[in-house]
């Protein structure tokens, strides 16, 4: 069996659904605009070295670990003014 390929791929992003799909008919209880307000806000998602993941079970333990760490700093940082 031969693949096909296509000739001339659309440059535009838009242009990428075809005439007959009618995502009314396709998704039709989708709704507009559903999850913006969480888009908006943001995320801050951050990848884990699988050594370090196993580390930790949940994300609890991951706040809990980098709240410590935090603590540690600032108190490194008052020695190091009241050495001066």
């Known amino acids: 069996m031969k693949k096909t ?12 659904l075809r005439d007959e799909y009618d995502l009314r008919k396709l998704l039709p209880k989708g709704v507009r605009g559903k999850y913006v307000h969480r888009y908006r806000e943001g995320t801050n998602l951050v990848l884990l070295e699988p050594d370090v993941a196993e580390a930790f079970p949940d994300e609890k333990a991951v706040n809990e670990a980098l709240r410590l760490v935090m603590q540690l700093v600032k108190i490194q940082r008052r020695k190091k003014v009241a050495s001066f």
């Open 5 to 16: 390929s296509i000739v001339n791929p659309p440059t535009n992003p838009e242009d990428d």
